[in-house]
């Protein structure tokens, strides 16, 4: 048994993607059959492995995977954002609130969105590279803040994005693209092939650039980074800016897939874009981070939750289940820490 | 010498990569002190980590008091009687002496933790030590010493028969290891057997029974200490003999132009107006006691800690250093005396080591040049003799002399003309000790200048040119190596201190 697990971990395959991943890719596998074996006990013989809902699943998956694998570049340093859903969600508010009552060119909001998410990123950066704040507490504040503008500035109104028939709703083919054929529509993810590409930069940034090597080595050890005469607090505060500009670039996803976004609230999507990335195998003492795991992580997250509403469960059923899989993952991550150690 | 208490026998254990203990045989006495001696990643530390239940044995039998036993966990070994004194102390500094003794076990009166009765314990197993502690006094106000004296008094509350004192002495003043050698030599009469980890080999002499030797996670052989010298011992530790000499004179001409200057420097209470000269190929050793403000003279101008004021001046240039980036990118380098806090990334390999202050330079365009990054990493590692499976090995898995060895040649990738060697050997077994004493002068050969801060004294008179003597913060003195003697150095190691006490 131990020897089959050895050869199998020696793989050219399974050394390339790391054998970690390859466990959560058959968790992928596991979750969707148990769903399915749910879905026909519970739904009278449904099947719940349709097309229909891989994409209904996707439009969860693409929004917490984009605030994950901005995340993933924080908790690599060793500190963590708990502002990203609320940033998230201040800038759809704002940028939408712009679009609809100042008459902004729907590229333009766009581009806010990910410029807004970037101005908070950037601020929370500075406080805790520059003056060495706690990351906690510092993004808990933060996610205070953002709140507060988001819904000071549309005066606590909610905010719809238009809809796809309307004149700027083309952004919603970002998230999924309709096309019309014989046996009637189809949908093609946009979204997931768009999360791929900038996952691929985001790899290349942390694993094949100096801005990357210096996030994953001073989350290892700030210290000897700082005394081998790098500028630690430039490349810190880099990683909480792409963090924010991800986190305003997944609201342009969030309102592809919902329209309507709340002021006052997003804070539920830092726990499970959080709960992604470390299950992916990026570690929350930092000095360690996979991107491709970041991305299967989040996939994991919008099957259960696409899976517990199909079941016909309540979604807090789904934020039982996040916290338990956060629990197994950081168990996972602390107890593989200490055999090492 | 009484009865065998513990044997391990053919105890076997292997990491990815490394094969840590191979078939290691060891045996402790009752009433005897037993040295257990090797260079640094010999398997010393993993052995008395498999016996306490910290790592699990790969093979091998334990027997403890006649019985074969497998510590799960360190707990059980502690309640079975086998306890570590550790290197670094895990106390808690906040709380008192007794509520460190007996945490979790604290005696009770009802749901209230009795604190007089647990006062009264400890006394009474101070008493049992000859030694005076205030049960009642925090912790973190005493003495590193006083400390340690703590977890040896825990120990014995605990019941141990066997008791393993991981490198007590590393930091201790030489008042304070007569009272620890008294302590162990009370333990030894009253039967305990005790497992002595050290480097230091005259306290080997003076202290322990018989020596156990290993190298390279074999055992070698245990012989009787009082039989023995001192070279018998290095010769097992290294299979080889070392001469320590010092040096007569000066290797660096006295017409060597000044590489570094610094003037008036000043950085809190631990630089007082220090000022200096370096030359290009010299080692200037700078002495003095541990705290005289050696360290952290070296960290002000390296641009680690701020500082108040002072000039320094590179090739007589007048140079502006506030960060470690300024003084990388002028040629200055620190090997700090706590690498794995400050020297390198434990956790990433020995390529990502070696570029880290050069990263820009193996960057083309947007990316890192891997290949480039590694040929100059197998280069160093060939020249350095780094030993290795891989330039891809994590640097956590290396001994200390082989870390130190990436932390050098990190900065020789840098090309770093001014070197700061903060305690360079520390922690580093006798045979690399040897291959960096050898490193350093053939860098101060190739004209780069060095300077070393050391606390050993044989250290000082043999590599440094000339020597620079601190005090209290202050510089006491200056000598050429042709004039230095251990008596001369003491004594303006120690000047401040008398005359502030003569005034008193």
């Known amino acids: 048994m131990k020897e089959a697990l050895n050869k199998f971990k020696s793989l050219k395959l399974v050394r390339i993607i790391g054998f970690n991943r390859v466990v959560l890719l058959g968790v992928i596998v596991l979750i969707s059959l148990l769903f399915q074996v749910l879905s026909a006990v519970l739904n009278h013989g449904n099947q719940f492995l349709t097309y229909a809902r891989f994409t209904s699943a996707m439009n969860y998956g693409y929004f917490i995977g984009f605030l ?19 940033v998230m969600f201040t800038s759809a508010l704002i940028s939408g609130y712009c679009l609809n009552n100042y008459g902004f060119p729907l590229i333009l909001s766009l581009f806010l969105c990910v410029l807004i998410g970037a101005v908070f990123g950037t601020i929370g950066g500075a406080f805790v590279a520059y003056l060495h704040l706690p990351s906690f507490i510092t993004s808990m504040a933060l996610m205070q803040v953002a709140k507060g503008v988001g819904s000071l500035f549309t005066k606590t109104q909610n905010v719809s994005w238009p809809n796809a028939s309307m004149a700027n709703g083309w952004y919603r083919y970002l998230s999924n693209y309709e096309i019309q054929t014989a046996s009637g529509k189809v949908m ?41 005469g790098v500028d630690t607090r430039r490349w810190e505060m880099l990683a909480f800016i792409i963090c924010g500009a991800l986190a305003g670039f997944a609201s342009i996803f969030y309102v592809g897939c919902y329209t309507t976004v709340q002021p006052s609230k997003g804070d539920t999507f830092n726990n499970e874009a959080i709960a992604a990335c470390v299950m992916g195998g990026t570690s929350m003492a930092g000095g360690l981070a996979s991107i491709l795991g970041t991305v299967i992580g989040s996939f994991i997250v919008a099957i259960m939750q696409e899976g517990i509403l199909a079941m016909g469960f309540t979604i807090s059923y789904q934020y039982v289940l996040t916290g338990l899989i956060v629990l197994g993952a950081v168990i996972a991550d602390t107890l593989s820490r200490r055999r090492k150690n | 010498m009484g009865e065998i208490i513990l044997t391990m026998k053919g105890i076997d254990k292997s990491f990815p990569g490394v094969h840590a203990l191979d078939r290691v045989d060891f045996e402790v006495r009752k009433g005897e002190v037993h040295a257990l001696m090797g260079e640094n990643g010999a398997g010393k530390s993993t052995l008395m980590k498999v016996l306490t ?10 027997i403890y008091e006649g019985k074969e036993v497998d510590f799960a966990n360190p707990r059980e070994a502690q309640q079975a009687g086998v306890v570590i004194v550790h290197q670094e102390l895990n106390m808690m500094g906040h709380l008192t002496v007794a509520q460190n003794i007996f945490i979790g076990r604290e005696p009770r009166k009802g749901f ?24 009642k006094e925090t912790m973190s106000n005493l003495t590193v010493a006083k400390q340690q004296m703590c977890e040896i008094a825990k120990a014995i509350s605990h019941e141990a028969k066997v008791i393993i004192f991981d490198e007590p002495t590393a930091a201790l003043t030489d008042t304070e290891i007569e009272q620890l050698f008294a302590i162990i030599r009370d333990l030894r009469s009253r039967d305990y057997g005790i497992v002595y980890i050290s480097h230091r080999m005259d306290e080997i002499k003076l202290i322990t029974d018989r020596v156990s030797v290993m190298r390279d996670g074999q055992y070698i052989g245990t012989l009787i200490t009082e039989d023995c010298t001192k070279e018998d011992i290095i010769n097992m530790m290294v299979g080889r003999v070392i001469y320590e000499e010092p040096k007569t004179h000066s290797h660096c001409p006295p017409d060597a132009p000044v590489v570094l200057k610094v003037e008036h420097l000043n950085a809190g209470k631990m630089v007082q107006d220090v000022s200096f000269e ?37 090739d007589g240039n007048k140079v502006d250093i506030t960060s470690p980036k300024d003084a990388v990118e002028k040629g200055i380098s620190y090997l700090s005396e706590d690498r794995k806090r400050y020297g390198i990334v434990l956790k990433k390999s020995i390529v990502e080591n070696s570029t880290l202050a050069t990263l820009k330079e193996y960057t083309s365009g947007l990316f890192i040049n891997k290949p480039e990054e590694e040929k100059v990493t197998t280069q160093y590692v060939e020249t350095l003799q780094t030993k290795t499976p891989s330039i891809h090995q994590l640097v956590i898995n290396l001994s200390g002399g082989n870390q130190q060895k990436v932390v050098i040649a990190k ?44 606390s050993d004294m044989t250290e000082i008179l043999r590599m440094s040119d000339r020597i620079l003597v601190m005090c209290e913060g202050k510089k006491t003195g200056e000598l050429d190596i042709a004039e ?7 004594n303006l190691a120690t000047r401040d201190i008398d005359m502030q006490e003569g005034k008193k």
């Open chain 2, 411 to 454: 900065w020789l990738v840098n090309d770093s003309r001014i070197m700061i060697f903060d305690e360079p050997t520390r922690g580093i077994d006798v045979g690399a000790k040897q291959e960096i004493y050898e490193l350093m002068n053939q860098l101060a050969r190739e004209g780069k200048s060095i300077i070393m801060i050391s």
């Open chain 1, 188 to 228: 093609i993810p946009m979204g997931a092939i768009i999360l791929l590409v900038v996952a691929v930069l985001c790899a290349i940034l942390l694993n094949k650039t100096r801005a990357g090597r210096y996030m994953i080595c001073l989350g290892a050890n700030r210290e000897a980074v700082r005394l081998s």
């Open chain 2, 484 to 490: 230095a003697t251990q008596e001369k150095i003491m």
């Open chain 2, 278 to 314: 370096l030359r290009q190929g010299e080692i200037l050793g700078f002495a003095g006691l541990v705290g005289a403000g050696r360290t952290e003279t070296a960290r002000a101008l390296f641009g680690a800690d701020p500082k108040q004021s002072g000039d320094i001046y590179i």
């Open chain 2, 112 to 135: 209230v933790i009795d604190d007089g009765a647990m006062n009264k314990e400890a006394r009474k197993l101070f008493v049992q030590l000859g030694i005076e502690i205030d049960p």
């Open chain 1, 68 to 86: 994950a694998l901005g995340v993933t570049f924080v908790i690599a340093t060793g500190n963590i954002d708990f502002s990203i859903g609320p």
């Open chain 2, 53 to 62: 239940g910290i790592y699990s044995k790969d093979a091998g039998t334990i």
